[in-house]
């Protein structure tokens, strides 16, 4: 017995190590692929390889191991993982062989993953300041019925019942949010809309077309538990794209086919993830701005109306720039209506003049008053909403009027004036300077930015350059991520362009 006993700690340490080794094989490694393969993976800040990635876990590595995918051109991914430590196989062994229950807790077959594999979705990188197109939706149409198959999960067949994952798809038209989700960063500045609700059809106005994504199948293969489900997820579902103004009619649609890699997600948020991803593969369709961007631009062609013909004014006079702006302000007007007031300035000596759409508001008819301290009536001729650009004449003939500049021609950082009325109709003519601080292009238009303080009431009259002639019209109404506090102006090119005035003699 002495002798025996001297050799039992030594035969205990093989039984444990082997029958944990036969029972637990394979737990404890991971295949790791990506969409697409050839990610180098990075385990704890390390290279290790490259997908698809066999990955081994010991103990070493940590409770929580990091892994990061890295491939040029994408966005790189980080994943956490916790692998689950289970000692119940090496208890089970050692009450078989009715020897004591000894842990290595250094085994690597104590621990393992609840899946041998799974894929992780990458994305391509995009611009750091793209140009961003407004792209409001209604919300999502699902035209999957409440029988059909939609996969198995852990075998078993997935439906649209209670505990589907895909439950909501009953509620299509309540998860647009995730659609959103998607874009976020990119060039679609896709907005969930209303129609029928007076800020919805403003917005379906502006952008003149909106976007339908239609859901028309799933096939899902899931495993796992409901904290962490893995799997692929195929997806079929059709972009279509609408006018807005001729019976909502077709203007071209994107079938999709495409496969979400469920790698851990829980089982609820499964369905918005797709959708998520869905989105983000559209917002890499290279050829979809061009598109839009061409419809867009004949649309707004629609807005311009009828040419209106106007001759150029005579030029201001003054001796030197000290000058300048006192004479200039001469044609600068106030803009009143039964809802406030406004700016304006007459680009022609016969009573033309423009303003802010938003000024104008509904009204034909409104109260022109000029810095000499006379009112006249003002017919308002023409607007264009896109833009906010209105023209009105006032019945005249020997007015002073501002010449038409060049902003093309502007160099950033080159000071510019704003004249107006701010806040109060009683601060008429008020002179602010600042600079030009950049050109952008916001929902598809062109404006001016500038430091230069633009205020309620402000809005309407004229940006000039240093040689006293108008290069844009100053406007207060631009909507926008984080356009607040910034001072924007349509360049007068554009102006005279959307109004279509013709400037001749």
């Not at 059909?148 to 895909?166: A, E, H, M, W």
């Not at 309540?174 to 029928?196: E, H, M, P, T, Y």
């Not at 809802?339 to 000596?349: A, E, K, P, V, Y």
Request: proline share 6%; net charge neutral.
């Amino acid at each position: 017995m002495v002798r025996s006993s001297k050799f039992l700690v030594p035969i205990i340490g093989i039984l444990l190590t082997g029958c944990a080794s036969v029972l637990n094989k394979g737990k404890s490694n991971l295949t790791i692929h990506s969409d697409p393969s050839g990610a180098a993976v990075h385990v704890n800040g390390t290279e290790r390889g490259a997908t698809p990635f066999n990955y081994d876990y010991h103990p070493d590595d940590g409770k929580e191991v990091k892994i990061e995918l890295r491939r040029n051109g994408y966005h790189a991914v980080d994943l956490y993982l916790k692998p689950e430590r289970n000692s119940t196989v090496l208890f089970a062994d050692a009450m078989l062989l009715h020897i004591p229950y000894l842990v290595d807790r250094k085994n690597p077959d104590l621990y393992g993953f609840p899946v041998p594999e799974f894929t992780v979705n990458m994305y391509k990188e995009l611009p750091a300041d793209p140009t961003r197109y407004l792209v409001p939706t209604p919300g999502l149409i699902s035209e999957i019925g409440r029988d059909v198959r939609l996969g198995t999960y852990n075998g078993k067949v997935i439906k649209q019942d209670k505990d589907s994952p895909f439950r909501e798809l009953a509620y299509a038209d309540q998860i647009g949010s995730s659609v959103i989700s998607g874009f976020r960063n990119s060039w679609l500045d896709a907005r969930i809309v209303r129609k029928g609700t007076t800020k919805g059809d403003e917005t379906l106005q502006r952008a003149k077309f909106y976007m339908q994504p239609v859901i028309k199948g799933i096939d899902a293969k899931l495993m796992g538990e409901r904290s962490r489900v893995y799997g692929p997820v195929h997806l079929d579902m059709e972009w279509r794209f609408r006018s807005v103004g001729h019976g909502d009619s077709l203007l071209f649609s994107i079938p999709m086919n495409t496969v979400y890699h469920a790698a851990g997600v829980h089982y609820g948020q499964l369905l918005s993830d797709v959708l998520g991803h869905a989105a983000r593969l559209l917002a890499d369709n290279n050829e979809l701005p061009g598109q839009l961007a061409v419809y867009y631009g004949e649309r707004l062609k629609l807005t311009k109306g009828d040419a209106v013909h106007v001759a150029p004014p005579r030029p201001i006079v003054y001796n030197g720039r000290k000058e300048m702006l006192s004479a200039l302000v001469k044609a600068v007007v106030t803009i009143k209506t039964n809802d406030g007031h406004g700016s304006g300035f007459l680009i022609s000596n016969d009573g033309h003049l423009i303003t802010n759409e938003h000024v104008v508001g509904d009204e034909s008819l409104v109260k022109v008053q000029f810095e000499q301290g006379f009112t006249l009536d003002g017919q308002v001729i023409k607007v264009n909403r896109d833009f906010d650009l209105a023209l009105v004449k006032v019945p005249a003939s020997d007015l002073p009027a501002l010449e038409i500049g060049n902003d093309a021609g502007l160099m950033l950082g080159e000071e510019i004036f704003a004249i107006g009325t701010p806040l109060d109709a009683t601060l008429g003519q008020s002179v602010s300077r600042g600079i030009l601080s950049g050109r952008r292009e916001i929902e598809g238009r062109s404006f001016l930015q500038t430091d230069v303080s633009i205020n309620p009431g402000n809005s309407g009259g004229p940006l000039i350059d240093e040689e006293g002639k108008v290069i844009g019209v100053a406007t207060m109404k631009i909507s926008g991520k984080g356009l607040e506090g910034l001072g924007f102006g349509v360049p007068i090119s554009v102006a005279l362009e959307m109004l279509n005035i013709q400037m001749a003699p």
